[in-house]
Every structure is written in C-alpha cells, then in structure tokens.
C-alpha cells in the first residue's frame, strides 16, 4: 500500500469524524431538550418547594363528601403506583415501605412485620384515620417531615379517597369510613 493510499484512509477518517462533530454541534442547536417545570418522582432529601399559593400550604381539602361515593375499584386502580414499594395482601411480605394490608384504623409506625419506621412517623403518635391518610396521600412530607416515602403525592380530592376505601377493605373488619374518626 502507497503512502498516498494512507493518506486517503486517514483524510478520509479524519474527515468522518469532522462530519460527526459538526452534525452534533447542529442536532444540539435544532433541538434543544425542555426541563419539566415539576420533578416527576421526589427525591430523597430533596428541598422541598415552596408552596405555589395559600392554598397548596394549607393542606389537602376534607374528604367527607367525597367518601360517600368512594369507590374500591377505582382506588384499587389508583393504589396500582404504590405497589413497587408495598404489598397489600394479608400477612404479605415488607418492601421498601410496609404491607397495608389492616392499615386504616392501625397505630401510626406501629409494629408491621419488622418494617423500621422512620423517626419523623415514630414521632407522629396517633392512628391512621380517614383525615391522617388524607394528609399523609396529600403530601407524605408535608404530614412527617423526614419521613423515608418518596412519593410526591396524590393531588386530586376523589383519587385520595378512593384510595382510602381500598385500603380500608383490607381489614378483617373495616371500618365505617366518615371524615375525623
């Protein structure tokens, strides 16, 4: 092979990746990526944003109406996003967060299998009512600051309370759902 066949080889090389470069550099330029405004999936540790009014401060709204037509299938749907951390048949195992199964009407962080609580939700006392679930789905940080769940949170009125009625028939005995128990 001549020395002017290398050449060719090495131009030709050199000039592949010139192209690669330069197509990169415009790619970049055309499309430019849009960050989301809002972080889909919290993390851990994260600060958290500041409230965008008065009312997201506040707290979730009261969900006594909207129990009255709660619906166990539609919460059962909605509770589908918190089966990659917990289990909610009786007697199930532990995941990242606890089995539910009997959750509604049980102390809070109360003895579930060996699942370790947090200190933010040892330090919470109480049971999970219908309103302590309803804060607790609202803004799980906002109810325990500190707290090991990650989730963000459910927004929507109707969704938390649908959520509350499956999770309250996963007991032996459930309990009746009204608002302040």
């Known amino acids: 092979m001549s020395s002017i ?12 990746l010139i ?3 330069a197509s990169g550099l ?14 889909a999936i919290a993390v851990a540790n994260a600060p958290a944003a500041a409230p965008a009014s008065s009312e997201a401060a506040a707290g979730p709204e009261p969900l006594g109406p909207l129990l009255a ?7 059962k749907s909605a509770a589908k996003v918190c089966q990659t951390c917990h289990t909610f048949d009786k007697g199930g195992p532990n995941r990242v967060g606890p089995n539910l ?13 060996g699942y370790s609580f947090s200190a933010a939700l040892k330090s919470k006392g109480g ?6 679930l309803n804060e607790w789905l609202f803004k799980p940080q906002n109810f325990a600051r500190g707290t090991k769940m990650t989730f963000v949170g459910m927004p ?22 009204t608002a302040s128990q």
């Open 69 to 75: 037509s709660a619906s166990v299938d539609a919460g």
């Open 127 to 132: 049971t999970w009512t219908v309103d302590n």
């Open 101 to 113: 199964y009997g959750i509604v009407g049980d102390e809070i962080a109360h003895d579930r299998g």
């Open 19 to 21: 192209i690669a470069w």
């Open 156 to 177: 929507k009125a109707k969704e938390r309370a649908d959520v509350i009625a499956f999770l309250n028939s996963l007991s032996d005995s459930p309990k009746p759902l």
């Open 26 to 39: 415009l790619a970049s330029k055309l499309i430019e990526p849009k960050l989301p405004a809002k972080a």
């Open 5 to 16: 066949e290398i050449n060719k080889i090495a131009a030709s090389v050199l000039l592949a």
